[in-house]
């Protein structure tokens, strides 16, 4: 996971020579991401060379900038209003919360506006 709770998983159904590529479960913008690339080189190359776009760091620094206190394992900064209800990505939109509520309730908030 990473500090937005977003949630890296490995796709078996997917693979490269026994390498499986990874899927990237975004619960603020309820959307899951199938990254094109598998799981060796994700971990390799994509989180070196591309870290901002892999794991949002420029985000994130302005983030800390607002809020420099550390996010315990079991939290993320969480949307307030979720981009799929129209919330900002913008860090004034996030808000430090516990990673199972934040997954739970916005999971729930998706499953209702769906379709």
Not at 81 to 88: D, E, I, R, T, Y
Request: hydrophobic content about 40%; proline content about 4%; some cysteine.
């Amino acid at each position: 996971m990473d500090w937005l709770g977003r949630q890296f998983s490995l796709d078996a159904s997917r693979a490269a020579h026994d390498d499986p590529y990874t899927v990237l479960f975004d619960i603020g913008a309820g959307e899951v991401l199938e990254i094109p690339c598998a799981f060796s080189a994700f971990h390799d190359t994509e989180l070196v060379e591309y870290t901002d776009a892999a794991l949002a760091s420029g985000f994130f620094e302005q983030w800390l900038r607002q809020h420099p206190e550390p996010i315990g394992f079991d939290q993320c900064a969480g949307y307030t209003v979720p981009l799929f209800l129209g919330g900002a990505d913008e860090a004034s939109n996030l808000s430090l919360t516990d990673l199972d509520v934040s997954w739970t309730l916005t999971g729930r908030l998706r499953a209702a506006t769906r379709g």
